[in-house]
Structures are given as structure tokens and as C-alpha cells.
Nanobody, 123 residues
């Protein structure tokens, strides 16, 4: 499946952004979907994930309560609503899809990666 992110940009601390990830797969609803991020000079890390049906979600502690993952299976799109952004959230954000479970996606069992979208949070 091909994944394409959009919605990144520059925002002040405390602001919000909504990332979108459009998928090409007709079987989109069978994919667990998630978001990862990579800050400059650091490894790519997990942010959030959602099951194929959308009934389960999971968040890294660093974003819990501020970020919300959602999906629209009719539109083959997954979203990441990011509120109360902090400078530490600055990173390239990657969309990821997995034919395995949400839990496998969390630990890096990824079928497809997007190319990433830059999010920069100024203080």
C-alpha cells in the first residue's frame, strides 16, 4: 500500500495541527495504522496507532491527552490531530501501515511507510 502524508507545517507552541495520511489500498480497513516521528539526530519513534476497524487506539505517553488518532475507512485516510504542541514535538512525522495487529505495529512490524511530513513547533 502507498501512503502519503500531508498537513505538516510551522506552528507556535500551544497550537494545533492535523496530519492526514491517504492510503492507496482497497483493503485499507484491514491495516492497522499508526504514526511515528523522527526528530533531528534521533531515531524514529512510535507515536500512536489504531486498529483496522478503529475500535482500538494506543498512544505513547509523550503524546497521551494531546494527540488523537482517527481514521475514515471510506476515504482510506488516517489522521493525527495534534493539540497543545510543544517544541519537543518537532520532527518528521511518518504514517505507517501494518497487516499485523496494532500491537505489532507499535513494535515495528510495518508493511508500508509514508515519506513523512515536517512538523516544526516554535517556542
Amino acid at each position: 500500500v502507498e501512503l502519503r502524508e500531508s498537513g505538516g507545517g510551522l506552528v507556535q507552541a500551544g497550537g494545533s495541527l492535523r496530519l492526514s495520511c491517504a492510503a492507496s489500498a482497497r483493503t485499507f480497513s484491514t491495516f492497522a495504522m499508526g504514526w511515528f516521528r523522527q526528530a533531528p539526530g534521533k531515531e524514529r519513534v512510535y507515536v500512536a496507532a489504531m486498529s483496522g476497524s478503529g475500535d482500538r487506539t494506543h498512544y505513547d505517553d509523550s503524546v497521551k491527552g494531546r494527540f488523537t488518532i482517527s481514521r475514515d475507512n471510506a476515504e482510506n485516510t488516517v489522521y493525527l490531530q495534534m493539540n497543545n504542541l510543544k517544541p519537543d514535538d518537532t520532527a518528521v512525522y511518518y504514517c505507517a501501515g501494518s497487516t499485523s495487529s496494532l500491537w505489532s505495529l507499535r513494535t515495528g512490524t510495518i508493511s508500508s511507510w509514508g515519506r513523512g511530513t515536517q512538523v516544526t513547533v516554535s517556542s
